[in-house]
């Protein structure tokens, strides 16, 4: 029993905090009377709210944060690259470019439709965007999240443009701005149970596809087809967050970092440990940014831009720096 | 058996700048085959078609009679272990995951009995049990390479081809490279090819020479038909001289040595 302790405590650390945080993120809100009391006592607005609004509120976050690191470690182990994410190679501009013409083509549809053709830009932007960088072999790992962002800068200025001629900025806007406080839309956010369920059968691939092009091969792995899975894994992923929960930046690329650190690049082995540390990232986030300013809440991706902006700057002057002292050495 | 015949290979679409042209060559069983040659020779092209790495722009490669393209990729990784120079070696995973990574092309990730008994072979043979746990970046140079032919060995193919293997170790580390790759023929009947770059570690534990230059094979034979001056020197475009040590050729590359 001990033995266990020893060798699973970063593990049991994590979980506990897991459970932790949804009991709280279940139990606070703007409407007060869901405590243990009232629903022991079988208050029936304290259920409805419980089972209507805040389970399927804390189940999105759950899911939103497991899938995008779960999609940032991926691109991480395809690119051999530790600064890939969605959000730092345009996917997700391109998600929401997709998201776009579907507004404007098809007015307003059904998540699953919206999350469609979100899913079909941001496979082939993430497509054409890793072929063009396994071209150019860029030696300096840094410069390539640097070119992605400006990438999807380029998308996403396209796509105001577009939305600005259509007259639907506000819609666009209100979307990307990622929260968990909308409803309506929670639906697609269960889609990415799929691509998570095809991440944790392809673990062990990955793992190998990290090793590089030669060591895949060499072990008799279909290195293009993995690669190709592992896109659409990201892709479906980052389409299906962005329609149900907007822009949530930084977790695809912070999340991986901090996990592999800690449980290693075997990702067999820790992409359990991944989703649940990045669930726990998010759930914090959230619960802090509904009672900071409680009853009111701001918007979650504030929170996380702040958080995880000053993680990413770390980890990229860490980057750069580290470079640095390889070359003098 | 692999054999192969009039294979040639180009990078780009240029066929005028060919990596190899119209090679042909029988890798012997059971022995320690040396790639030699300049830089850009086409050593470690021509190591990665025989192991079906590189594809061909003409010519066969033959594994046991059967062309290798038509043989399953899953099929060939049981009978070729492939293994390239300098590793990625950001990645954080431990010695055991990495030889656990050797058992893929049998398990295909699920690993049962006699893989994980493969697994602890493989590791004990390397004297590796006590690194198990440790991740590659804390490893020495040599221990890492250890890690790496672990691995091999538990591909447990016949076929072992090396690109460099003793980049980046130091004398020391080198010479038990060499010994340890000098076992693997003689105790467990392996047939090894590899690219190396110092002429001396070939002339001292090579069966076979094949000497390249500008993608052809300019000689190849035993250790005596190879390291000699005359071949050397053509091979190079250097001048060498050959000293007798032991009763083993060993070559002086340097340029104050007088005969």
């Not at chain 1, 889609?191 to 008799?220: C, H, T």
Request: hydrophobic share 45%.
């Amino acid at each position: 029993m001990k033995e266990f302790f020893k060798d699973n405590w970063k593990r049991i650390i994590i979980i506990v905090l897991f459970f932790g945080l949804c009991i709280t993120s279940v139990m606070i809100g703007s409407l007060s009377g869901v405590t243990p009391s009232a629903l022991i006592s079988r208050d029936e607005t304290a259920w409805d709210v419980l089972l209507y609004s805040r389970i399927p509120r804390t189940i999105a976050i759950i899911l939103s944060a497991a899938g995008l690191s779960v999609a940032g470690l991926i691109m991480q182990a395809i690119s051999r690259n530790k600064f890939m994410s969605p959000s730092t190679s345009g996917t997700t501009d391109a998600a929401a470019f997709g998201l776009l013409l579907s507004f404007i083509f098809l007015s307003s549809q059904p998540g699953i439709i919206q999350t469609i053709f979100a899913f079909v830009f941001a496979l082939g932007s993430t497509l054409l965007f890793t072929s063009v960088i396994n071209r150019l072999k860029i030696r300096e790992a840094v410069y390539v999240p640097l070119l992605g962002m400006m990438y999807g800068g380029l998308i996403s200025a396209v796509t105001i443009a577009v939305a600005y001629r259509f007259e639907v900025m506000q819609m666009m806007s209100a979307i990307g701005m990622g929260s968990f406080a909308r409803l309506g839309n929670f639906t697609v956010v269960y889609i990415v149970a799929a691509p998570l369920f095809l991440s944790v059968i392809y673990a062990s691939k990955f793992s190998i596809i990290g090793m590089g092009e030669d060591f895949a091969k060499n072990l008799g792995l279909h290195y293009n087809r993995v690669v190709f899975i592992g896109l659409v894994i990201v892709a479906l992923i980052s389409a299906a967050t962005y329609v149900s929960v907007g822009h949530l930046p930084f977790i695809g690329l912070i999340i991986p970092n901090m996990a592999t650190s800690f449980y290693g690049d075997n990702i067999k082995k820790s992409i359990f440990d991944l989703m649940i540390f990045g669930a726990d990232f998010v759930l914090v986030c959230d619960i802090f940014s509904r009672l900071i300013i409680h009853p009111y809440e701001i918007s979650v991706s504030l929170t996380i831009s702040l958080v995880g902006g000053i993680i990413f700057m770390i980890y990229l002057w860490r980057g750069i720096n580290g470079n640095k002292s390889r070359k003098t050495a | 058996m692999i054999e192969i015949k009039n294979v040639s290979q180009s990078y780009g679409r240029k066929e005028a700048k060919k990596t190899l042209s119209d090679i042909n060559l029988t890798i012997r069983e059971n022995k320690i085959t040396a790639l030699v040659g300049a830089n850009g020779a086409g050593k470690s092209t021509l190591l990665g078609v025989l192991s079906n790495i590189t594809p061909i722009l003409s010519g066969t490669v033959t594994l046991g009679g059967r062309d290798v393209r038509k043989i399953k990729t899953q099929d060939v990784a049981k009978k070729i272990a492939f293994l390239k120079q300098s590793q990625q070696m950001s990645i954080r995973i431990t010695v055991g995951d990495l030889v656990e990574f050797g058992r893929f092309p049998h398990c295909r990730g699920r690993l049962g009995q006699e893989d994980k008994r493969k697994v602890d072979e493989s590791l004990e043979y390397m004297n590796l049990p006590d690194l198990r746990s440790r991740y590659l970046d804390e490893l020495s140079g040599g221990q890492r390479q250890r890690a790496f032919i672990a691995m091999i060995l538990a591909q447990d193919t016949p076929y072992i081809f090396l690109d460099e293997p003793l980049n980046n170790l130091d004398i020391k580390y080198s010479v038990e490279m060499m010994k340890i790759i000098q076992n693997l023929v003689t105790e467990r009947n392996k047939t090894i090819v590899l690219v190396l770059h110092d002429i001396n570690f070939a002339a001292a534990y090579a069966n076979h020479i094949v000497a390249m230059k500008n993608g052809q094979i300019v000689r190849e034979g035993c250790v005596k038909d190879v390291i000699k001056k005359e071949v050397l020197n053509t091979v190079f475009d250097h001048d060498f001289h050959i000293a007798e040590c032991g009763g083993k050729n060993v070559c002086l590359y340097f340029d104050q040595v007088q005969n």
